[in-house]
């Protein structure tokens, strides 16, 4: 067994310190040795290089592809590209793969073309299809040339798909055996691989022609008895499968739902063409994840933590700017009602918390929707159904708490009036955000747009401008 198999999941943190220390040791003793003045000072401090060196390559060729991805992305620029280039070249192609994004542009712009065709070279053919949209036309067109006829199929297939279909998603990597043979002769088919693929937990049941016929698992082909047939002892239709075309995060979904492990992609003919496993499965749903969070903040792409200044800039300046017009427009609303701040000084002070309760309302109801509608169980013709029990839990919090605040209001000013504005402008804020919140999300998708992007900052400055112009204009008409 080694190393990286005897990997525990809790230990990445304390692999990363490891590194951490090694390379703190690395440059202190070296900027140590190279301030001292001694003889043959240049093979001494050589010699100290070689040996941490070492010992971090030694640590490196111990961990997992993806806990050295982890140890990349937690490293500034300089000491990730340090430990990168003491990363054995026949691991890049998969920790290439691990890195997120915008790690994996830092590290591929230090590679030459050469070393970037080795790495890709290593990676079967759906792999390098997620690797490819990275990589220079002239290595991808190189590495193409390399493969044989099936893997160049398989390559041309995988990079013709969306990348949020199945068919981007799926491998070529699978076991299929016929329906007119023995257990016996499947067990000894299968003693022939090295290794099976990564979490096969059945085998495809297919006819000369590659058509899909049934599953048999590996349960029953271990428990049945070896002189039966495929045939007698697999599952028949239904079986659950894609075909190439079909949304990624439906069958991500069903994933989870059915407590698949694999299951098989077919084309339009039931031919059996690539499968689907709970790894890529479980690896879709993390970036859908990833993307919701970031969107939701209103950032484009998954930022690099130690990016340069302008890139962040870069990333982050679009959703910034509308945030400042629309705070612009709120500090107008408020400038509108000048005169009546100044004769009512309490209203500056309660007017905050009708905005802030009706920005944070807003974001659980945008939250809720945006995400029904990522599961799929939010169509546009319950827009209505939804928005109508949106405004009911809105009425009730507006009642409640706002009559609470209502009361504070009319204890801390002595003034009944205004803690009856206080309760009705909380009231109609909150409806303000329930609708929004209901609304935003949808009319995003009927565009063709991302309903969660910006949605935070959208439903933010909605409520900031209506919850003070709902407040001050009921200030104005009832209690001046």
Do not use: C
Request: glycine share 6%; net charge negative; charged share 25%.
């Amino acid at each position: 067994m080694t190393p990286e198999d005897e990997r525990h999941p809790d230990d990445v943190q304390q692999h990363l310190r490891e590194v951490q220390d090694l390379l703190a040791r690395h440059k202190l003793v070296e900027g140590l040795v190279h301030r001292q003045d001694m003889p043959r000072h240049d093979l001494v401090e050589n010699l100290v290089h070689k040996q941490h060196v070492a010992e971090l390559q030694h640590k490196l060729d111990e961990l997992h592809p993806a806990d050295i991805a982890y140890i990349l992305e937690a490293l500034p620029l300089d000491e990730r590209l340090f430990v990168w280039d003491l990363v054995k070249a026949e691991r890049d192609g998969e920790i290439l793969l691990e890195v997120s994004d915008a790690v994996r542009e830092s590290l591929i712009e230090t590679m030459d073309t050469h070393e970037l065709k080795a790495a890709a070279e290593t990676l079967d053919a759906d792999e390098l299809a997620d690797l490819a949209p990275d990589l220079p036309p002239e290595v991808i067109q190189d590495v193409f040339q390399s493969l044989d006829s099936e893997e160049r199929e398989q390559l041309r297939a995988a990079m013709s798909y969306p990348e949020d279909s199945v068919g981007a998603l799926m491998d070529f990597d699978m076991v299929t055996v016929r329906e007119d043979v023995t257990l016996e002769v499947v067990l000894r088919y299968l003693r022939r691989f090295e290794e099976l693929p990564d979490h096969t937990d059945k085998l495809f049941v297919v006819d000369r022609d590659d058509h899909l016929k049934g599953i048999l698992t590996l349960e029953k082909l271990l428990i049945s008895d070896p002189e039966l047939e495929v045939s007698e002892v697999m599952r028949r239709e239904p079986v659950i499968s894609f075909q190439p075309d079909d949304d990624a995060s439906e069958a991500a979904q069903a994933f989870e739902r059915y407590d698949l492990v694999s299951a098989p992609v077919i084309d339009a003919d039931k031919r059996v063409i690539g499968r689907l496993t709970v790894a890529d499965a479980v690896d879709f749903i993390r970036e859908e994840s990833e993307h919701e969070i970031l969107a939701h903040a209103g950032l484009r792409e998954e930022e690099d933590i130690f990016a340069s200044v302008w890139d962040s800039v870069k990333n982050r300046w679009a959703w910034l700017a509308v945030n400042l017009v629309t705070a612009f427009i709120a500090s107008r609303v408020i400038g509108a009602f000048e005169n009546s701040i100044e004769k009512l000084v309490a209203l500056a002070a309660l007017m905050p918390i009708v905005a802030g309760i009706g920005g944070n309302s807003g974001n659980q109801t945008i939250t809720m929707i945006v995400r029904a509608i990522a599961m799929g169980q939010v169509e546009q013709s319950a827009r209505n159904r939804l928005l109508k029990k949106e405004v009911g839990v809105a009425v009730f919090n507006g009642i409640v708490w706002g009559g609470l605040l209502g009361v504070l209001a009319w204890w801390l000013y002595g003034s009944v009036s205004l803690g009856l504005v206080m309760t009705a402008a909380m009231t109609l804020n909150l409806l303000l955000a329930a609708t929004a919140g209901v609304l935003i999300p949808m009319i995003r998708i009927r565009l063709g747009a991302d309903p969660a992007i910006g949605s935070s900052v959208l439903i933010t400055a909605l409520t900031d401008s209506g919850g003070f112009f709902i407040f001050l204009g009921l200030a104005t008409l009832f209690l001046l």
